[in-house]
């Protein structure tokens, strides 16, 4: 009975309901190939989580004080997603780049791992030093806002050495604030021994009107060379090579005494130019010269290579325009090496061999350790040694990344959501 | 897909039928009827292997319609359609049961009315019932003697014929 009266109600709606098939099926079929996509996806992403939990993750690799954190240098400098501060010990260190426009260095390893260097005085072009093993950074560190002063930092240990006595020497008023005895000028080179005992640097005691090479020991002590010009590397561990520019290479020890003077063959028609216009080689036995020809206009310009016994020309190359005139040349074995802007380069081949890559902007300066450029080239980006799983050392990113995406999916599910319920119920 | 359009072609009568008694309202109906079809064609072949289309689109579109009250607590309320099938020439019909019968649905919760349909209209036991809404068969019994209660509480006159203990 109850049948029949719900049967005779409904027994007319047939011919008024009228759905579309073909709409159906269509859609039903998209719903599938949509969810069999995110389904799939979704399992990858399990499948590699597991796999990583089975096959064991290695927590990210830092560089190891004990056996040097792998070595060689980096392809690629990547840019992470998030540039984060150097830890106190992050290990050996491969490079230091500067970032034109932020007044910021960044700091990397051999894996090409990045990290911005905090702290450095913002003002008069500062350039942090990297020692020979990567091991030991200086810089002038932004103390207050009108004081600044040097300081020593082992990346292995993070003990730090600080020089309050040595500022930017820059003085306010026509009176020097700090009350600093010793300034560092700032734009120049500055480069460790060997031993990582000594940092010469380019300043001098306040009271003194000429800056020269000034030995910050790692002991905290300040010593003035006193002997003018321009340090270009060091020949051995007592050992400081200093350049004139008539050209004349000479080596003193740290306490200012000469040792021994050799006039380098520069050609008549070419000048050294400045505090960044050679380099010594990491055994010292040759020592690359930029020259600048001695013409007021279109002066041509070209890479010397001399030998530091006898003073006698090598080589020789053009200097090409778009290679830093402002930044200090390295050697990779005979092979001497200058930062182009966007990468460093080998200055006879032209041929990059160090290339920050992503979106890094212009990158002004760069310096790797020697160390770092007698290994070999790490492949990248990102790795020491490459194993799929090396992605995860950027797990923060990673997840920030899932959440947005999660949080993202939500919203739009939600929206659309609301957006059906609204439209269902006008 | 032909097999698909015979199969939705060949029962779309009485989905629409039991879409009616689930909505009350022919518009409602064709949506629903719209999305049980869609739901199916997504799993069709899955569906079809295990050779029960009738029986999934019937659980699909019964849950569909207690879902669509669940959904209801946070979403405008639905403004049900005073639309009613035109009755036919058949002079035997009483139209005003029809009516009575139709806004007395309307009183019942979805749930209620899912029962109702399943247990009533499409003769299902109690035990069937229960599989489809995904509920103890306690449950179908309890909603079932409620549906029934207010239907003739609604219209006595009318609907006395709607007794307790009916159905297979």
Known sequence: MTHDLLEDLVRDVPPRVTPDIDLAWRTGTARRR??????????????VVVGLGVLGFDAPRRADPADGGGSGYPSEVPRPIALTELPDKPGLMAGVMELEGASEWVVFDSAGR????????????????????????????QKTDDRSEYVFVDLVTGARTGF????DGRSYDDEMLTGQAY?????????????????????????????????????????EVGVGNWPVGWLAADRLAILSGAGTLKTVDPSGEVLDRVDLAIPRDFKVWGQWSARL??????IAVRGDERVDRDAERRLYVFDTRTGALLDDWDWRDRLSDTCLMAWQSDQVLAWEYGGLVDVATGEVVV??????????????????????????????????????WLWRQLLGGLAVLLVGSVLVWLARHRRRTVGGAT | MEEFEQWAHARSAALARSAYLLTGDVHLAEDLVQETLTRVAQRWRR??????PDAYARRVMHNLAVDAWRRRRSRPREVLGAEAPEPSAHGERDPDRR??????????????????????YEDLTEVETAAVLGCSVSTVKSTAREALARLRAAAPEHLAAFAPGEGP
């Open chain 1, 164 to 167: 309050p006595e040595v500022g």
């Open chain 1, 281 to 286: 080689s990491g055994d010292g036995s040759k």
């Open chain 1, 34 to 47: 949509r969810r069999s996509a995110v389904g799939a996806a979704a399992a990858a992403v399990l499948g």
């Open chain 1, 114 to 141: 990045s990290w911005r260097l905090p702290g450095i005085s913002p003002g008069g072009g500062e350039t942090p030093a990297l020692s020979d093993d990567g091991r030991m950074l200086g810089y002038l560190a």
């Open chain 2, 99 to 120: 009516l009575v019968l139709r806004d007395a649905l309307l009183r019942l919760t979805p749930r209620q009315r899912a029962v109702l349909s399943l247990r009533f």
């Open chain 1, 355 to 392: 290339e920050p890559a992503g979106q890094w902007g212009e990158t002004t300066c760069g310096m790797l350790s020697t160390r770092a450029l007698a290994g070999p080239a790490q492949p990248g980006p990102g790795v020491v040694e490459w194993r799929y799983w090396d992605v995860l």
């Open chain 1, 183 to 223: 300034f560092e000028s700032g734009q120049t080179p500055q480069l460790w021994s060997p031993d990582n005992r000594w940092l010469a640097v380019n300043g001098s005691a306040v009271e003194e009107s000429k800056p020269g090479p000034l030995l910050l020991g790692v002991d905290g002590e300040v010593r």
């Open chain 2, 47 to 52: 569906v079809r292997r295990q050779g029960a």
